[in-house]
T-cell receptor, first 115, second 109 residues
C-alpha cells in the first residue's frame, strides 16, 4: 500500500482481556518495527523484524507481549491479560532496510485504552 | 542509558522567526541522524535526515551536524503556526532508532 496501515485505530478493552493489533507495512519494506508511546512520553521500542531473520524482541516489556510477522509482511502484536499500564498508542513503522541508512515511515497508530 | 537528549521545551517563537532545536547523542560512532515532526494526536513524520558533518538544507529546514561535539540541530526559518508540533531527534542503534523525548515548539501568530 501507499503507507503503513494499522488497525484498529482505537481499542478499548477490559483489564485482563487479550488484544491483537495489526500492522501492514509499505510494500517492499523489509524491516518492521513496533513502538509504543504513552501519554506525554517518548517512543519506546518494542520489537523489530527484518526479512526472515529472527526478530529482536529486546524491547518487549513483559512476556504478556508477543508479535509475529507472517510471510514477511503483515505483523500482529498481541498483548495478553492486559493491564491498565498497557494503555498507550502503539505505533508500527517500516523501512526499506537497516536503520543506518533509512528513516522509518510510521503508521497512524492504535490507541489502546485498558479500563 | 539515554542515547539521545533533547530539551523538552516548550519552545515558543513568533511567526517569521527562526526556531532552533537541539539534540545531543551519546554514541560517538553514530553515522546517521533523523528529525521527526509529530503533531498532537498524530504519528511521527520524517522531515530530515543527515549523515555528514555540516549543514543540510531542505526548504525552510536546515539540519546541522557536529560529530566532534556530538550534537545535531534543526533550524526552521520563517516559522509558521503550522510548524507548531513536537520535534523528535533519532539516532540508530543496532536494530532500531532511539528517539529523544522531543521538543515541543509553538509558533505564535
Amino acid at each position: 500500500g501507499a503507507g503503513v496501515s494499522q488497525s484498529p485505530s482505537n481499542k478499548v478493552t477490559e483489564k485482563g482481556k487479550d488484544v491483537e493489533l495489526r500492522c501492514d507495512p509499505i510494500s517492499g519494506h523489509t524491516a518492521l518495527y513496533w513502538y509504543r508511546q504513552s501519554l506525554g512520553q517518548g517512543l519506546e521500542f518494542l520489537i523489530y523484524f527484518q526479512g526472515n531473520s529472527a526478530p529482536d524482541k529486546s524491547g518487549l516489556p513483559s512476556d504478556r507481549f508477543s508479535a509475529e510477522r507472517t510471510g514477511g509482511s503483515v505483523s500482529t502484536l498481541t498483548i495478553q491479560r492486559t493491564q491498565q499500564e498497557d494503555s498507550a498508542v502503539y505505533l508500527c513503522a517500516s523501512s526499506l532496510g537497516g536503520t543506518a541508512n533509512y528513516g522509518y515511515t510510521f503508521g497512524s497508530g492504535t490507541r489502546l485504552t485498558v479500563v | 542509558q539515554k542515547e539521545v537528549e533533547q530539551n523538552s521545551g516548550p519552545l515558543s517563537v513568533p511567526e517569521g522567526a527562526i526556531a532552533s532545536l537541539n539534540c545531543t547523542y551519546s554514541d560517538r560512532g553514530s553515522q546517521s541522524f533523523f528529525w521527526y515532526r509529530q503533531y498532537s494526536g498524530k504519528s511521527p513524520e520524517l522531515i530530515m535526515s543527515i549523515y555528514s558533518n555540516g549543514d543540510k538544507e531542505d526548504g525552510r529546514f536546515t539540519a546541522q551536524l557536529n560529530k566532534a561535539s556530538q550534537y545535531v540541530s534543526l533550524l526552521i526559518r520563517d516559522s509558521q503556526p503550522s510548524d507548531s508540533a513536537t520535534y523528535l531527534c533519532a539516532v540508530p542503534g543496532a536494530n532500531n532508532l532511539f528517539f529523544g523525548t522531543g521538543t515541543r515548539l509553538t509558533v505564535i501568530p
